[in-house]
């Protein structure tokens, strides 16, 4: 068990764009592949790639996706970069909170404008080979801010995480969970607090996954016991990701991340948030100024379950193959409920939806909140760490105009 046993979140192979599949995972592994930059929107929307440096990723080889295929059709350049505004447009159009979608964006959009002195054809190419380095870009970022959180934590740390800041939240490694694996590869890991992260579960399903694989001790808590476990003595430090920080360090993160933040700084326990410079927004002044995605409801009045069928007998294999023979079958469930069986390489899936509150309940479904830069201990970058007064030290990191504040 190691960190490289943790797949790639997202590549480019024959043409197309590749992810692995997160909205199943852990207990279905789908590959996906998209052929088109529409299916890589599709992917953003259903969440089959998520976590924001990973958006920003998708983002980059989602237009380079559409570059060398829709776009490979148009032969002036002027058209060609107006097309590819309207690509970017609708890519960043998927979710609103993460900024690292619009930064992929924008970036792939600036190299375009300031290469179109070659040749179409050449400018495909040059922007798939700028989409790739934004990728292994992302990744060099993420071992690089693990190794400086690394720094910040003692021999022994027992450390609380929420939602999944992980590998698969990036093109590779994670931001607080690459912080996790860095100090784990110098032993200081005691163990890691995994808040189940409540409604999408990404700490449960996936948190949980990589750190089992990466062979690192961890405990799956529901997001309501950890106040208990801080007031115990059992945490030493929380590290969370980032999906946007403002410029005076204001954090927005996966909701319920507020709470630790409050809950930490009660117990006076360091809350470090781990990010690459590209999640700092330093267009916007404070976190008031972040849109907060908000969710289905169906997130909130229900749980989705996905897994493999394993029939018992020839009869229940017959009667899921009758059943599945003109293609998904939804079972007639009450309630709302949801169940629909496919085929899948030869066995058979199911995908469910399980209704737990009562139909026509309002519901307030944010999936993000804004964590006030008063309660942030420090934000770990791939270019140290910064302190507060975080106008000061997010403007040094970001620009690199000045020294950040303090290193380590
Ligand atoms: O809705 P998601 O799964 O895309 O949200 C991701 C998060 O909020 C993560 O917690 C995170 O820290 C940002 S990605 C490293």
Redesign the pocket.
Known sequence: MSISDIPRTIWWEEGTVRMVDQSRLPLVGDLLVCNTYEGVCHAIRG?AV????A?GVAAALGIALWAVTEGAEIESREDFLDALDVVAAQITETRPT?VNLFWGAERMKRFARENADVSVDELRELILAEALNVMAEDEERNRALGAHGAELLAEGSRVLT????GSL??AYFG??LGVIFSAHEQGKVAGVWVDETRP?L?GARLTAWELKMAGIPHTLITDNMAASVMRRGLVDAVI????RIAANGDVA??IGTYGLAVLAQAHGIPFYVA?PTSTVDLTLASGDEIVIEERDEREVTGVTASGVIEPHSPQEFRALDLLTAEGPYALGMTKGHQMEISRKGGGYQFDAWLRIAPPGVPVYNP??DVTPAEHVTAIITERGVARPPYAESLAGCCTGSGAIHEIG
């Not at 998520?50 to 440096?53: E, I, K, N, S, V």
């Not at 969370?240 to 999906?243: H, K, M, N, R």
């Open positions: 969440m998520r976590g924001a440096p958006l993460a929420h939602c999944n800041a939240a990036t931001t607080a999408v990404q969370v990701g980032a999906d993160n996966k990010a999936a993000f």
